[in-house]
């Protein structure tokens, strides 16, 4: 007998809204989970060349907790392309300045690169605060289980 693989059509595709609040939680712990969900890998029916995943949106992302001495040595750099061009900044101005920069870095390091991988990066949505302008689509609330 011969076991055939399951293909899902684009139709046959279900695409729902979670919504995750970051309060308290690690980022790199979050960002996978996150990350799995946006590909679609907690789905039965998860093919890895196709876009069978849901939409994220992450609040609170202002309250991530970075482990360790992170928040002082983590550096984000920013490079502008000129010479002398290059920008670094530590976790905590990152987190002042612009909060939800943590969330997305995190998750897109784990994001396959390329056409697929930047079309499932677009499902994601971070926000700072606990507000978000996603009520029409009556996301989901997720709680994430960290091991």
């Not at 996978?32 to 590909?39: E, G, H, P, Y």
């Not at 926000?127 to 978000?132: I, L, M, T």
Request: include cysteine; hydrophobic fraction near 40%.
């Amino acid at each position: 007998m011969e076991q055939k693989t399951y293909l899902p059509k684009v139709n046959e595709i279900e695409r729902n809204w979670h919504v995750i609040d970051a309060d308290g939680l690690v980022l790199g712990r979050l960002a996978v989970q996150i990350a799995n969900i946006l590909r679609g890998k907690n789905k039965a029916i998860f093919t890895p060349h196709l876009d069978c995943g849901d939409f994220v949106v992450v609040i609170n992302a202002e309250k991530v907790v970075l482990t360790g001495r992170k928040s002082t040595d983590k550096i984000y750099q920013d490079y502008s392309g000129y010479i002398g061009g290059l920008k670094e900044q530590t976790a905590d101005v990152v987190r002042a300045k612009n909060p939800e920069r943590m969330i997305l870095d995190a998750v897109w390091g784990m994001m396959p690169k390329g056409r697929l991988g930047r079309a499932q990066f677009k499902k994601l949505r971070v926000y700072a605060g606990p507000d978000h302008p996603h009520a029409a689509q009556k996301a989901q609330p997720l709680a994430i289980t960290l091991s």
